[in-house]
């Protein structure tokens, strides 16, 4: 069975695409390829985005961008030389444009939402296969907060029977997946452990690419110490870490030091709140765009006890992770099995995750 | 196989229930029941349907509505004595808070899209059966308006190989399905008529039951002659009637009548442009609130050359057609077949409609 995963994050760089093949129990990444939005849809997108807008943008929007997605499946079919007839499937996870995962007093009710756009009855109708889409919210219909749904593929991927490991991504904000030996899908734990490469990007206003900005600088200790002490860094999973945590008012810590030494202590606090939020285990499996800044990497791997490698040694290129967990949900919950690990969510118990559009 | 159908209409009244057991091709209403919205939640309805709102009030709005689909499917099993495990399937149409089926110029594509909530995965969660909702985005993402989809329904109950037959529903406004003898689902032609009860509604302030205000009247022919001469009702289908074109302004016209008289001349109206839009059939049958106003009823009777019914005369309670329509449309999506008729929404060709979530 071949099935494409379609992700589109928060930070609205563009659509992800990657095509994955099933055999049995296996999976194997076909290829994969990104398109970045034009600005013009990153600001619409943005516009509806957690604000007052009208409910005609957003109905919009919601059919726009699942004619972008479709065109970014074909674009990929065609890139990676796999046809559009080949697919059996395609997993979108939509455009966040709201997510509210803790319950909140509503008419009455307690209600947690979320919001993903990008209708998948246009996408499967477009592509002539059909589509999963919107997975979160049967997450929430049991009790789970939405997200984290990454740690399912963390899950699949590296369980093992007699090795732990730990699945973590670095993106703006670092989260690891624990895979304990011979752990079920209800056993994972998974958390934010803080700052990824957010701190970082927002002082330099860019990435920090092999590191060569804090490679020049050097770490102002009691800074550090000072972030360091911060309660949640110590507080117990399961915790997010939101990306108003780190934003303007977090950067005015860095006030009056030079750039190069700012950007050192940004990443050694990254650094450090991942090394010391990482149980034991047998070894640490990176993904996200900070596997692309070398020093952060060596950093890591200095505080860690166990080897630090990435998900490029199972087959899984780190840039491309989120859009193979949207084909791996997806084909999940066509086979009718739950996606969710209600240890990462906080659920109630797994569910079968997503909607189904026929094409 | 069993399913319960859910409707809501623009009307805000609130939801309905109907269960429909199907047995190879036949189907048979087990029974309804309708639940009115608390004044709350239609206000929260409208504060976000075509409007300037949060995204946030959305979001929460399309599960904390899926809450009350669940709870009226619930109530509608024990008032109807059919135990919720009896349910295979739930057809929920949501909640529409926008609708724009002609397309319009939208960051340099052709966009139509429509808005329908109420999260279909709370639905089967809660109930612990499938659901499919969400039904007129595929009509749209093949050329369609995405309405009417009613037809569908009038087709599968009216169509006969020797017989056309006219389905009337008179809702606020009044349409009309024409099914020929022998048509298939592609012949059939779905079109508005003009008002319905929305006029007489307007100036009584309420419903005329029972004609009891127009039978106290004379209708002022001039008016209505005035009235006629409007350039819609002349117009070859497909067309529809905005519930805007009869509304504050539409009222104006019965200024300085009696009210009496102003509900007459109204209630001609609606009669009048019915019976000029039918074609030849050998039956015209009736649904919605419309029949229950025996003097609109007679009055068109009169002006019609084929016989008058209602859906009743065939196990469809008039009240709860819509209801019915969509567990008859979740039913043939969950067999994997089209329920759109391309002559009545403008689509390019017949879809499978809607998205199933799992309970």
């Given at each position: 069975?071949?099935?494409a995963?379609?992700?589109?994050g928060?930070?609205?760089?563009?659509?992800?695409?990657?095509?994955?093949?099933?055999?049995?129990?296996?999976?194997?990444?076909?290829?994969q390829?990104?398109?970045?939005?034009?600005d013009?849809?990153r600001?619409?997108?943005l516009?509806?985005?957690?604000?007052?807008?009208?409910?005609g943008?957003?109905a919009?929007?919601?059919f726009?961008?699942?004619?972008?997605?479709?065109?970014?499946?074909?674009a990929?079919?065609e890139?990676?030389g796999?046809?559009l007839?080949?697919?059996?499937?395609?997993?979108?996870?939509?455009q966040?444009?709201?997510?509210?995962?803790?319950?909140?007093?509503?008419l009455?009710?307690?209600?947690?939402?979320?919001?993903?756009?990008g209708?998948?009855?246009?996408?499967?109708?477009?592509?002539?296969?059909?589509?999963?889409?919107?997975?979160?919210?049967?997450?929430i219909?049991?009790g789970?907060?939405?997200?984290?749904?990454?740690?399912?593929?963390?899950w699949?991927l590296?369980r093992?029977?007699?090795?732990?490991?730990?699945?973590?991504?670095?993106?703006g904000?670092?989260?690891?997946?624990?895979?304990?030996?011979g752990?079920?899908?209800?056993?994972?734990?998974a958390?934010?452990?803080?700052?990824?490469?957010?701190?970082?990007?927002?002082?330099i206003?860019?990435?920090?690419?092999?590191?060569?900005?804090?490679?020049?600088?050097?770490?102002?200790?009691?800074?550090?110490?000072?972030?360091?002490?911060?309660?949640?860094?110590?507080?117990?999973?399961p915790?997010t870490?939101?990306?108003?945590?780190?934003?303007?008012e977090?950067?005015?810590?860095?006030?009056g030091?030079?750039?190069?030494d700012?950007?050192?202590?940004?990443?050694?606090?990254?650094?450090?709140t991942?090394?010391?939020?990482?149980?034991?285990?047998s070894?640490?499996?990176?993904?996200?765009?900070?596997?692309h800044n070398?020093?952060?990497?060596e950093?890591?791997?200095?505080?860690?006890?166990q080897?630090?490698?990435?998900?490029?040694?199972?087959?899984v290129?780190?840039?491309?992770?989120e859009?193979?967990?949207?084909?791996?949900?997806?084909?999940?919950?066509?086979?009718?099995?739950?996606?969710?690990?209600p240890g990462?969510?906080?659920?109630?118990?797994?569910?079968?995750?997503?909607?189904?559009?026929?094409p």
């Amino acid at each position: 069975m071949r099935v494409a995963g379609v992700m589109s994050g928060t930070s609205l760089d563009g659509i992800d695409v990657a095509i994955v093949d099933f055999v049995g129990d296996d999976l194997h990444v076909v290829g994969q390829h990104a398109v970045a939005y034009p600005d013009d849809v990153r600001r619409a997108i943005l516009a509806v985005s957690n604000s007052v807008t009208h409910t005609g943008s957003i109905a919009r929007l919601h059919f726009f961008l699942a004619e972008l997605y479709a065109d970014a499946v074909r674009a990929a079919c065609e890139r990676i030389g796999a046809p559009l007839v080949s697919l059996d499937l395609i997993g979108c996870h939509g455009q966040t444009i709201f997510h509210e995962g803790e319950s909140i007093e509503f008419l009455g009710r307690r209600i947690a939402s979320t919001l993903q756009i990008g209708d998948a009855a246009v996408i499967a109708k477009r592509c002539g296969v059909p589509v999963i889409a919107d997975f979160r919210p049967d997450d929430i219909a049991v009790g789970g907060q939405g997200a984290p749904l990454a740690p399912f593929l963390d899950w699949r991927l590296f369980r093992h029977s007699q090795f732990g490991r730990i699945a973590l991504n670095i993106g703006g904000i670092a989260n690891i997946s624990v895979i304990r030996a011979g752990a079920s899908l209800e056993d994972v734990i998974a958390f934010d452990t803080g700052p990824g490469n957010m701190v970082i990007d927002g002082l330099i206003g860019g990435f920090d690419r092999d590191g060569a900005v804090a490679r020049r600088g050097r770490v102002n200790q009691p800074l550090l110490e000072r972030l360091l002490s911060d309660p949640y860094y110590k507080r117990r999973p399961p915790k997010t870490a939101g990306r108003e945590q780190y934003g303007a008012e977090f950067l005015a810590h860095f006030a009056g030091l030079p750039l190069a030494d700012a950007v050192a202590t940004a990443t050694e606090l990254t650094a450090t709140t991942i090394a010391r939020a990482i149980p034991d285990a047998s070894e640490v499996i990176a993904s996200g765009g900070g596997v692309h800044n070398s020093y952060l990497m060596e950093r890591l791997a200095a505080q860690l006890t166990q080897p630090l490698t990435t998900s490029a040694k199972y087959g899984v290129d780190p840039d491309f992770k989120e859009a193979i967990a949207f084909a791996v949900l997806a084909h999940e919950s066509f086979m009718g099995r739950p996606g969710n690990a209600p240890g990462a969510t906080g659920a109630r118990r797994a569910a079968i995750l997503g909607k189904r559009a026929s094409p």
